[in-house]
């Protein structure tokens, strides 16, 4: 009798504790459909996080490929498990993925275009993820912003910090010029990752003046600008790797005035220290188009 008054009360006590635990859900979450479950919404009852996502590129509702049109599960897997119980871990745990399965979730989407060379890059190579460099749930993906774009880069690229503070630089620091003007991070047939099949090409994107053609041509001009020029920073005029006359004198012989030592007098040497140094007289270093003299045509001047 006693047994049977016991269990007669534990009852209600049961029926109360679960009327309380619905109370306290937070609303609407009792009555989440599959395709609300799908599309990501029920997720953000717990991931309190997750909405952001929604707020940046993957959030666009005209592009009918967006995870926002179909949902969390388009990255992360079917959620059916973990929904029914917490414990369940989600098919795709990005926290214990490698760099290689990563990158196969995104590039189900994220092929071709600017991507096309990805397969075989340097960054492939060397195990970085898509989520090394992108922050997928955030309103704003600092790589995508030119002003906080450096600072991603620079993580790895610590050696490139310094440069882009010296005197002679791009303007990187305003954010007028990012580090995607003039490398593709996902891969390129140039060198060092640039956007166009080699330097000159990449450079020309925004130097056209130094295109050309020119009746005649400055060979190592021709060649890579980056001989004379190191594009991230130096401490020299234009940013020259070295100053005039040494950079110069590192590829023409010594002969004439090109290997006297400088003077400061009125000789023909005295213009190598002066001022722009060699510039004085041959102006027109990238090439020429100084049909006139041929002496004037040979050696660069106007």
Same mark, same amino acid.
């Given at each position: 009798?006693?047994?049977?008054?016991?269990?007669?009360?534990?009852?209600? #006590?049961?029926?109360?504790?679960?009327?309380?635990?619905?109370?306290?859900?937070?609303?609407?979450?009792?009555?989440?459909?599959?395709?609300?479950?799908?599309?990501?919404?029920?997720?953000?009852?717990?991931? /309190?996080?997750?909405?952001?996502i929604w707020a940046g590129k993957h959030g666009t509702k005209a592009d009918s490929r967006a995870p926002v049109s179909v949902g969390c599960m388009m990255c992360h897997g079917d959620p059916a498990e973990h929904v029914k119980s917490p414990a369940n871990p989600m098919p795709r745990r990005f926290s214990k993925m490698t760099s290689a399965?990563?990158?196969e979730v995104c590039l189900t989407c994220h092929?071709? #275009? /600017?991507?096309?060379?990805?397969?075989?890059?340097?960054?492939?190579?060397?195990?970085?993820?898509?989520?090394?460099?992108?922050?997928?749930h955030a309103a704003s993906d600092p790589v995508r912003d030119k002003l906080t774009q /450096?600072?991603?880069?620079?993580?790895?690229?610590?050696?490139?910090?310094?440069?882009?503070?010296?005197?002679?630089?791009?303007? !990187?620091?305003?954010?007028m010029v990012s580090c995607s003007d003039c490398h593709n991070a996902h891969g390129s047939v140039g060198p060092s990752m640039v956007i166009r099949d080699n330097v000159n090409d990449t450079c020309y994107t925004c130097h056209m003046e130094k295109r050309g053609p020119f009746i005649r041509t400055h060979q190592p001009v021709q060649e890579d600008c980056s001989i004379c020029h190191n594009p991230h920073g130096t401490t020299n005029p234009n940013l020259?790797? !070295?100053?005039?006359?040494?950079?110069?004198?590192?590829?023409?012989?010594? /002969?004439?005035?090109?290997?006297?030592?400088?003077?400061?007098?009125?000789?023909?040497?005295?213009a190598n220290t002066l001022a722009r140094g060699c510039l004085n007289c041959h102006t027109s270093i990238h090439g020429t188009n100084n049909p006139t003299d041929l002496n004037n045509e040979r050696t660069f001047r106007r």
């Open positions: 009798m006693k047994q049977y008054m016991e269990m007669s009360v534990a009852a209600p #006590r049961a029926a109360l504790l679960a009327l309380l635990v619905i109370l306290c859900l937070p609303a609407g979450v009792l009555a989440q459909t599959p395709e609300e479950i799908s599309s990501g919404k029920f997720c953000a009852n717990c991931h /309190t996080s997750a909405h952001l399965e990563k990158n092929q071709g #275009r /600017t991507r096309i060379h990805w397969q075989g890059s340097k960054h492939e190579r060397n195990d970085v993820s898509c989520s090394s460099c992108h922050q997928l /450096t600072d991603v880069c620079f993580a790895c690229h610590k050696e490139i910090r310094p440069l882009i503070n010296r005197p002679s630089r791009h303007p !990187i620091r305003e954010g020259l790797k !070295i100053r005039q006359p040494f950079l110069c004198q590192s590829c023409h012989e010594p /002969t004439s005035h090109r290997g006297n030592i400088a003077s400061l007098t009125g000789s023909s040497t005295g």
